[in-house]
């Protein structure tokens, strides 16, 4: 089935940038389509982004022109730059495939504040 460990998160102020990773293990992901999701304290996990393994790439409408998601498939890996941050990103942040069909890994807190 495969693994999926997220790293990166962290604390930063509002307009700050961090750039997450994914590390997919177990098996090559490089034909699926890759996402990033998060979650917020008491919302559901949504989607934030979608990269397909010909590079493709969606994006919510809340985080459309500030975060990127791209992915080295070489190195089993995806990643999200997430720039302009602002409290509302703040979330557990996870990444799996589209839809999610991988154990959910423990994910990367993200946490916006002043």
């Known amino acids: 089935q495969g693994q999926l460990a997220e790293s990166g998160g962290g604390l930063v102020q509002p307009g700050g940038s961090l750039r997450l990773s994914c590390a997919a293990s177990?098996?090559?992901?490089?034909?699926?389509?890759m996402a990033w999701y998060r979650q917020a304290p008491g919302k559901q996990r949504d989607v934030v982004a979608s990269?397909?393994?010909?590079?493709?790439?969606n994006y919510a409408d809340s985080v459309k022109g500030r975060f990127t998601i791209s992915r080295d498939s070489a190195k089993n890996m995806v990643f999200l730059q997430m720039n302009s941050l602002k409290f509302e990103d703040t979330a557990v942040y996870y990444c799996?495939?589209?839809?999610?069909?991988?154990?959910w890994g423990q994910g990367t807190q993200v946490t916006v504040s002043s």
């Open positions: 990269i397909s393994s010909r590079g493709h790439t």
């Open positions: 799996n495939t589209l839809p999610g069909v991988i154990s």
């Open positions: 177990g098996r090559s992901f490089s034909l699926n389509t």
